[in-house]
């Protein structure tokens, strides 16, 4: 049974450009969360997202990034116009639903980006 | 708003050593709490959790103890392997809130050494 799968592991970006990366959740997940590790800094979340529906996105910064999970295939963290400030590794967990007790949440190997 | 502090590392023990890799924590309610450990180039995998205050998660010869009065929840293992060499991090879910919303410490990395 396949874990998450993140895509891809390494990305380089220059500024301005546009970075996506790619979370494919375990198999029968229907909830993906995505956090952000700064250099020398914990993990930060920054939004959770059912199939076709943002949860919460209180931790994602206002403006240039955007995060999706559509019905069919991976769900897409999207950032524009890159900053170096972007730079960062970025974690993508999946859990499955279900009421009542909170699930656990497995995690991917993560995206390193790097914006030169 | 909640947070968790957990002490600075690198961390560098010999084989068979004692661990204790302090965490604290600040939330209002009553939080989960947990401890992940991400092996390098993985990504990370929950090794323990404890859900209310006295409770003791335990993993692969980890412990930790939920301490309310104390508001902390502190790794300890009796004899570290090699094996064991990673990045720690504590982390907490808020009582109440979003199910996403996991505040970790900064990570804590242990070096064993044979």
């Known amino acids: 049974n396949a874990g998450v799968m993140q895509n891809p592991r390494h990305l380089v970006r220059r500024r301005g450009q546009e970075a996506r990366l790619r979370c494919s959740p375990m198999k029968g997940h229907s909830h993906v969360y995505w956090y952000r590790q700064l250099p020398e800094e914990g993990l930060k979340f920054m939004v959770y997202?059912?199939?076709?529906?943002?949860?919460?996105e209180s931790g994602m910064p206002k403006e240039r990034f955007s995060a999706e999970f559509p019905k069919e295939g991976p769900s897409i963290l999207r950032i524009q116009q890159v900053v170096r400030g972007d730079s960062a590794a970025y974690f993508c967990?999946?859990?499955?639903?279900?009421?009542?007790?909170?699930?656990?949440?497995?995690f991917g190997p993560g995206t390193r980006l790097t914006v030169t | 708003g909640n947070s968790v502090t957990q002490m600075e590392g690198p961390v560098t023990l010999s084989e068979e050593a004692f661990l204790t890799i302090n965490c604290t924590y600040t939330?209002?309610?009553?939080?989960?709490l947990f401890w992940y450990v991400q092996y390098p180039g993985e990504g990370l995998q929950l090794l323990l959790k404890?859900?209310?205050?006295?409770d003791k998660g335990s993993n692969k010869g980890f412990e930790a103890t939920y301490r309310k009065e104390t508001t902390s929840f502190h790794l300890e293992k009796g004899s570290v392997q090699v094996s064991d060499s990673a990045v720690y991090f504590c982390?907490?879910?808020?009582?109440?809130?979003?199910?996403?919303?996991?505040?970790f410490g900064k990570g804590t990395k242990l070096s064993v050494k044979p």
């Open positions: 982390a907490l879910r808020g009582y109440g809130g979003s199910q996403g919303n996991l505040i």
């Open positions: 939330a209002t309610g009553y939080p989960s």
């Open positions: 967990a999946s859990s499955h639903g279900t009421s009542g007790s909170v699930p656990e949440q497995y």
């Open positions: 997202l059912q199939k076709e529906n943002i949860i919460d």
């Open positions: 404890a859900t209310k205050a006295d």
